[in-house]
């Protein structure tokens, strides 16, 4: 039987961030937040998810680029190694810059940093919609003469270094400051200090960024989040409210110039103000009582925890068995997963539709069961459970709220 090996990274990085979550109670530091650490789990599962679907699919693209528009043919020696990694860093940087200054871009990236924490959970906070991005401006390396093969496994290990900066545990780390972008330099990067906006964009070599103007060392205490906090743990906020806010922004806009101008200008061209008339619309308008209002009883983090486990387990067997899924119950098990992440943020933010999901997710999970036992007598069973819902909807939901809000 074939394993997805890949899929231990899952727990592994899970054990990284328990271990730094010690580091910080020895330390006695409050690095971690119960709400935001949820909100960056996720993220982070997510994109790993979506990635198993579309990772063949940007192979594909550099295979392609490289098959048919290639310039050089770079052979996978020494030099050709060395070579690719110098050049995915250097593409690595404009993007990450180029991220950080047009709109579009930015309205992708700024799932990144809405974290108010700066921990090993916020390392997780990537989005498909970047991977989508980011394969774009990778797709020149192909063209340059890359091969496909020595691509993706130079993103891989490339990929692994920035999870290890994303951590306040871990002090200067001296001469090795002048080479490699540290826990230090990134945490500058994901800071709101003036003095330290649109800094440090290197992502394994800090060299980019003093050759092109963007340095900034660490010096007073950073303070992380965004400029205006979203004030939100909404998973599908917290993913598309980037979007919604450019797409606003173009569409009052008067002109076609002037609507190119929004799509691709700097974000703090884009109206504040068109937030604040979103979150009106899409969000309640006592957002932040609601948030303060959080309840803190260990039987409410426990519930959220505990979905947030089984979903972490649930994708760790996934990935791990990808290749042995039936293609309906990958597509169910998507489905399961991703009402999980939404249902944990609106649990976080106290919704009262939040019921609603929870019926969605016994349903899908009803559908995965039939799908591997495929036993008649399980359509007389939920025949049944859907006739007592409707019957007592009222009274299952009052004391769910009891049980789970505690009103």
């Known amino acids: 039987m074939s394993l997805n090996?890949?899929?231990?990274?899952?727990?592994?990085?899970?054990?990284?961030?328990?271990?730094?979550?010690?580091?910080?109670?020895?330390?006695?530091?409050?690095?971690?937040?119960?709400?935001?650490?949820?909100?960056?789990?996720?993220?982070?599962?997510a994109e790993r998810l979506l990635d198993s679907f579309t990772v063949g699919a940007f192979y594909f693209v550099y295979d392609h680029l490289h098959r048919h528009y290639a310039l050089f043919d770079i052979r996978a020696d020494v030099r050709g190694w060395i070579g690719l990694f110098i050049a995915t860093d250097f593409v690595w940087y404009w993007?990450?810059?180029?991220?950080?200054?047009?709109?579009?871009?930015?309205a992708v990236h700024v799932v990144h940093h809405q974290s108010d924490d700066f921990n090993y959970t916020v390392s997780a906070r990537i989005t498909v919609f970047q991977a989508i991005v980011r394969t774009g401006f990778?797709?020149?390396?192909?063209?340059?003469?890359?091969?496909?093969?020595?691509?993706?496994?130079?993103?891989?290990?490339?990929?692994?270094?920035?999870f290890f900066i994303h951590t306040r545990t871990i002090g200067k780390l001296g001469w090795l400051e002048y080479i490699l972008v540290t826990p230090s330099h990134h945490r500058v990067h994901h800071a709101s200090n003036p003095q330290y906006l649109d800094k440090n964009y290197g992502d394994v070599l800090i060299i980019w960024d003093k050759l092109f103007g963007t340095f900034a060392e660490e010096q007073e205490e950073p303070t992380y989040g965004l400029t205006k906090p979203l004030n939100s743990h909404s998973f599908?906020?917290?993913?598309?409210?980037?979007?919604?806010?450019?797409?606003?922004?173009?569409?009052?806009?008067?002109?076609?110039?002037a609507k190119l101008t929004v799509l691709f200008g700097r974000p703090e061209t884009v109206d504040p103000v068109i937030r604040q008339d979103l979150e009106v619309r899409f969000l309640s308008a006592n957002m932040t009582e609601r948030l303060a209002a959080h309840t803190k009883s260990r039987r409410f983090r426990g519930y959220v925890a505990g979905q947030i486990a089984g979903t972490l387990l649930i994708l760790f067997v996934f990935l791990l068995f990808e290749a042995h899924v039936p293609f309906v119950l990958q597509w169910l098990t998507a489905l399961f997963i991703l009402l999980t992440l939404i249902n944990c943020g609106a649990l976080l933010e106290q919704r009262q539709w939040v019921v609603y999901l929870e019926v969605s997710r016994v349903a899908i999970l009803w559908l995965a069961l039939y799908t591997v036992l495929g036993y008649p007598g399980l359509i007389v069973l939920a025949y049944i459970g859907a006739l007592s819902l409707w019957a007592y909807f009222s009274l299952v939901q009052k004391r769910y709220f009891q049980l789970i809000y505690g009103f």
């Open 95 to 106: 993007y990450h810059r180029l991220a950080h200054e047009i709109n579009v871009f930015w």
């Open 5 to 45: 090996w890949l899929a231990f990274a899952v727990p592994l990085f899970l054990f990284l961030m328990g271990l730094e979550y010690l580091v910080a109670r020895w330390q006695q530091k409050a690095y971690f937040q119960f709400n935001n650490s949820v909100a960056n789990l996720n993220v982070g599962i």
């Open 138 to 162: 990778w797709s020149i390396l192909p063209i340059i003469g890359f091969p496909a093969e020595m691509i993706t496994t130079v993103l891989l290990i490339h990929g692994l270094y920035p």
């Open 236 to 257: 599908l906020w917290q993913h598309f409210h980037g979007l919604l806010e450019v797409l606003t922004a173009a569409n009052r806009a008067k002109s076609w110039t």
